[in-house]
């Protein structure tokens, strides 16, 4: 299924008939005005094992929810569940691989806000929504723009996991601040 | 942990420090967020950062793997008192994360957590909703981070 995200640069590697598709196309740069308000795409599925949920929570969270079967059903998570972090970054991921690697991406000034409203379950197939809400030029610095994305993480069921709200800094097309 | 009751507004731990090495930053980047100034020294050096720069979210990680082993510690000493030891609860998430200056490879951040609010959940009747500022600084004692966490902690005898 070639991921629908609204322009010709999409065909950079889709899923087609279960096998992975390298279509190799000059490498393209997405600025500023290639991100107006409105739904950018959807990236995905991105399969999460049960093995990188533990290796994360050991590293960077290792509260017993995140890392032992028998605490975390017990905990409000009621069932072994990745930290929210470790949900975070593979958004990071998924969005990076998805658009952002291929963006004129200056990097990001903070989150405004994430919203953790259901466990990132072992064996999950993540897909992510992401939207612009919102696309301006800096007052600063007139030769970048600041799009702010929503990203909505679902399972495979289509429940909503991860909502994210991020401004990143982008930078528009050459001569467009002149 | 401490329980909801004997936490108050306020009250300031700090958290301990973490050093950032090149090959740390590499490694979170090229597993999380592999955009090149997360990724190789050079390019780097030519991005707004200056220099080989730390994913935020790598940043908000290790604030986590911190306050974990904070919470881990207050656990211990808990214990030794022959204290009950409260067990937190999850986090509906957070709001207003900062990524204030770029965490350059060789930083070392220091971290602070200050309790901001406390209620009673209204959804959870026993559990307590806290939001507590965490802040990063650097060894130049420049604000590098920071965000307003929530999470659910449980009231004594709940």
Same mark, same amino acid.
């Not at chain 1, 087609?16 to 995905?44: A, I, Q, Y």
């Not at chain 2, 986590?64 to 919470?71: H, Q, R, Y």
């Not at chain 2, 559990?127 to 449980?154: C, D, H, K, M, Y």
């Given at each position: 299924?070639?991921?629908?995200?609204?322009?010709?640069?999409?065909?950079?590697?889709?899923?087609?008939?279960?096998?992975?598709?390298?279509?190799?196309?000059?490498?393209?740069?997405?600025?500023?005005?290639?991100?107006?308000?409105?739904?950018?795409?959807? &990236?995905?599925?991105?399969?999460?094992?049960?093995?990188?949920?533990?290796?994360?929570?050991?590293?960077?969270?290792?509260?017993?929810?995140?890392?032992?079967?028998?605490?975390?059903?017990?905990?409000?998570?009621?069932?072994?569940?990745?930290?929210?972090?470790?949900?975070?970054?593979?958004?990071?991921?998924?969005?990076?691989?998805?658009?952002?690697?291929?963006?004129?991406?200056?990097? %990001?000034?903070?989150?405004?806000?994430?919203?953790?409203?259901?466990?990132?379950?072992?064996?999950?197939?993540?897909?992510?929504?992401?939207?612009?809400? =919102?696309?301006?030029?800096?007052?600063?610095?007139?030769?970048?723009?600041?799009?702010?994305?929503?990203?909505?993480?679902?399972?495979?069921?289509?429940?909503?996991?991860?909502?994210?709200?991020?401004?990143?800094?982008?930078?528009? /097309?050459?001569?467009?601040?002149? | 942990?401490?329980? &909801?009751?004997?936490?108050?507004?306020?009250?300031?731990?700090?958290?301990? %420090?973490?050093?950032?090495?090149?090959?740390?930053?590499?490694?979170?980047?090229?597993?999380?967020?592999?955009?090149?100034?997360?990724?190789?020294? =050079?390019?780097?050096?030519?991005?707004?950062?200056?220099?080989?720069?730390?994913?935020?979210?790598?940043?908000?990680?290790?604030?986590?793997?911190?306050?974990?082993?904070?919470?881990? /510690?207050?656990?211990?000493?808990?214990?030794? /008192?022959?204290?009950?030891?409260?067990?937190?609860?999850?986090?509906?998430?957070?709001?207003?994360? /900062?990524?204030?200056?770029?965490?350059?490879?060789?930083?070392?951040?220091?971290?602070?957590?200050?309790?901001? %609010?406390?209620?009673?959940?209204?959804?959870?009747?026993?559990?307590?909703?806290?939001?507590?500022?965490?802040?990063?600084?650097?060894?130049?004692?420049?604000?590098?981070?920071?965000?307003?966490?929530?999470?659910?902690?449980?009231?004594?005898?709940?």
């Amino acid at each position: 299924m070639i991921p629908d995200i609204g322009n010709s640069a999409s065909l950079d590697g889709y899923e087609c008939w279960n096998r992975t598709v390298s279509v190799h196309l000059p490498k393209m740069t997405l600025t500023f005005e290639d991100f107006p308000p409105g739904r950018f795409g959807t &990236f995905g599925p991105r399969h999460v094992s049960r093995e990188e949920i533990l290796e994360f929570a050991a590293e960077f969270d290792p509260q017993p929810m995140h890392l032992d079967e028998a605490a975390a059903s017990k905990s409000m998570l009621k069932g072994l569940a990745a930290s929210g972090w470790h949900l975070c970054s593979i958004m990071m991921r998924m969005m990076a691989d998805g658009f952002i690697t291929r963006t004129a991406s200056l990097g %990001s000034p903070g989150v405004n806000e994430v919203r953790w409203l259901a466990p990132l379950r072992p064996g999950d197939d993540l897909t992510l929504e992401v939207d612009v809400l =919102e696309a301006r030029v800096s007052r600063s610095r007139p030769e970048t723009g600041i799009v702010t994305f929503k990203g909505t993480a679902r399972n495979a069921a289509g429940e909503a996991l991860c909502e994210m709200t991020s401004p990143i800094m982008v930078g528009r /097309r050459a001569g467009a601040a002149s | 942990m401490r329980f &909801f009751e004997d936490i108050q507004v306020g009250d300031r731990r700090a958290l301990g %420090s973490f050093t950032f090495t090149a090959a740390d930053i590499k490694k979170f980047a090229g597993k999380f967020d592999p955009q090149r100034f997360h990724l190789d020294e =050079e390019a780097g050096r030519k991005s707004l950062f200056g220099g080989l720069a730390a994913s935020g979210w790598h940043v908000a990680s290790v604030c986590m793997k911190l306050l974990v082993a904070d919470g881990q /510690r207050q656990a211990r000493e808990a214990l030794a /008192r022959g204290e009950q030891v409260a067990v937190w609860g999850a986090s509906p998430g957070f709001r207003e994360l /900062r990524w204030i200056r770029p965490v350059l490879a060789g930083d070392t951040i220091s971290f602070v957590n200050e309790v901001v %609010s406390k209620r009673s959940s209204e959804s959870r009747p026993g559990w307590g909703i806290l939001q507590g500022s965490n802040s990063g600084t650097n060894q130049r004692g420049e604000e590098v981070f920071s965000f307003l966490a929530t999470a659910f902690v449980p009231m004594r005898g709940s």
